[in-house]
């Protein structure tokens, strides 16, 4: 099966499992969150003390969806506070290391030999996305970070309605010592993942670990939280967890796929805009709401939180993660 760019969708039948009722507790505390951030007049423009304010932009207040002030909450263990304190955090990051105005052109030197590809979904939906390091092309540094940022952004663009989650493909297949990050990157991005893409790794899936990328993971080991490392496997075949139709041939799949970076990499942002300006008209339309449902927003079967709003929220169980 040939394919040049991203897959729209999942294979038929591969879809996220509709995730638990909340209690009664859980219920009050999103409740009770959504009521602060929806009272947000401003924020600070930056990290740095004392920094102006500016109200909200309609970027900012709809990625404040209802799922996302869940995956805050059960980051935190339900802890009110905490991840108040988190969802303030993500939106002062994201408007400091500008996350919405990564480009397609900005960043396409750094995904020129295709080290980055974000290519068909796991058996539960999730776009995957492939980092593969014996492409790398570039010198270490922060550019290789906002690269990374970008291939995250636009992964989830793309996830289906209800997919919360992304699955990482990590190959080191064929990479050497040099290619790979050093401690500061690998801390660096770590701390990006956890602290604003909380519940947002699905499966990390690393094959063809050679002896220096072994005593890397050693190193940033005490770096990473306990429920991300459950989440990591190793050497496990792919198409235990990926159907063959969705999944490279150099992986063991059926899809012949070579990159061509002047065709995928303006097909993978035309796919994702197209999302987006889709997400941005649902919004809209429904009046533009602070804990606006994302299966709503991203075109499901579930209409807004508007039209529905004694519909009882849900969410997955409890649990730290990253």
Not at 126 to 154: A, D, F, I, S
Not at 175 to 199: C, D, F, K, M
Not at 203 to 231: E, G, M, N, Q
Request: proline share 8%.
């Amino acid at each position: 099966m040939p394919a040049i760019g991203p897959f729209p969708y999942p294979a038929e039948g591969k879809k996220p499992a509709a995730p638990p009722q909340l209690t009664d507790e859980q219920q009050k505390k999103y409740d009770e969150l959504l009521t602060t951030v929806r009272s947000w007049p401003t924020l600070p423009k930056t990290s740095a003390k004392g920094a102006e304010e500016e109200a909200l932009s309609d970027l900012e207040r709809m990625w404040l969806t209802r799922e996302c002030l869940l995956r805050y909450l059960r980051a935190t263990k339900w802890n009110l506070a905490q991840a108040t304190q988190r969802i303030r955090e993500t939106v002062i990051w994201r408007r400091e290391y500008g996350t919405d105005r990564l480009t397609a052109d900005y960043i396409s030197e750094e995904n020129a030999t295709g080290k980055q590809v974000t290519l068909g979904y796991d058996n539960d939906g999730r776009p995957c996305l492939y980092l593969l390091p014996n492409k790398q092309n570039t010198k270490t540094g922060p550019k290789q970070v906002e690269h990374l940022v970008y291939m995250l952004e636009r992964t989830l663009d793309i996830a289906p309605p209800g997919q919360e989650t992304l699955a990482l493909l990590i190959d080191f297949r064929n990479s050497s010592a040099g290619s790979q990050p050093s401690i500061a990157t690998g801390r660096q991005v770590l701390s990006i993942l956890q602290n604003h893409y909380p519940e947002r790794l699905g499966r990390a899936l690393i094959t063809h670990l050679p002896w220096y990328v072994t005593t890397f993971l050693k190193l940033v080991s005490p770096f990473i939280d306990p429920v991300t490392k459950t989440k990591m496997r190793y050497n496990e075949p792919l198409t235990d967890h990926i159907p063959a139709s969705q999944l490279m041939k150099n992986a063991g799949g059926e899809v012949d796929f070579e990159y061509d970076h002047s065709v995928y990499w303006p097909a993978l942002a035309k796919l994702a805009e197209e999302r987006r300006k889709e997400r941005i008209e649902r919004w809209e339309k429904a009046g533009k709401l602070v804990g606006e449902s994302e299966i709503y927003l991203w075109g499901g079967d579930e209409g807004s939180v508007a039209a529905t709003p004694t519909a009882t929220t849900t969410a997955e169980a409890p649990q730290p993660s990253a």
